[in-house]
């Protein structure tokens, strides 16, 4: 059984994942939006655009690192492609309440990989 001071530091630690896999999805809206508004990228912007592209990829990467093909699956569909968690559940073939637990046991996994993004 984990110590009330482990079980602490694991829902942080998944807390902090989620926001770091959700941001994901703002990142990229943010860089769609200025394409489709014709921005262009000054040399300040320009930085920002390659560490959020960075970033991108780095939460990519981790999510690609999971092993079990169900849950990078689950990964790849909510916080990549922003599908809603009914959305997933129906492509899984799994009931809603299936996928909140194998939400919480993806982000737990990939909580693991990304260390520092």
Known sequence: M?????QEATKLARVECDRILRAY?????????ARSYGRTFGEEDKLDEAAMRAQMFAIR??????????????LYHYYIKGHTL?????MLGISRRSVYRLKSKAVDNVAQKIKTI
Request: proline content about 0%; aromatic content about 6%; some cysteine.
């Open 86 to 90: 009914e959305n997933c559940a129906k």
């Open 2 to 6: 984990e110590s009330g001071f482990n």
């Open 61 to 74: 990467s981790a999510i690609l690192e999971v092993e079990d093909s169900r849950e990078r699956l689950f």
């Open 25 to 33: 999805r703002m990142m990229n809206d943010i860089l769609l939006s």
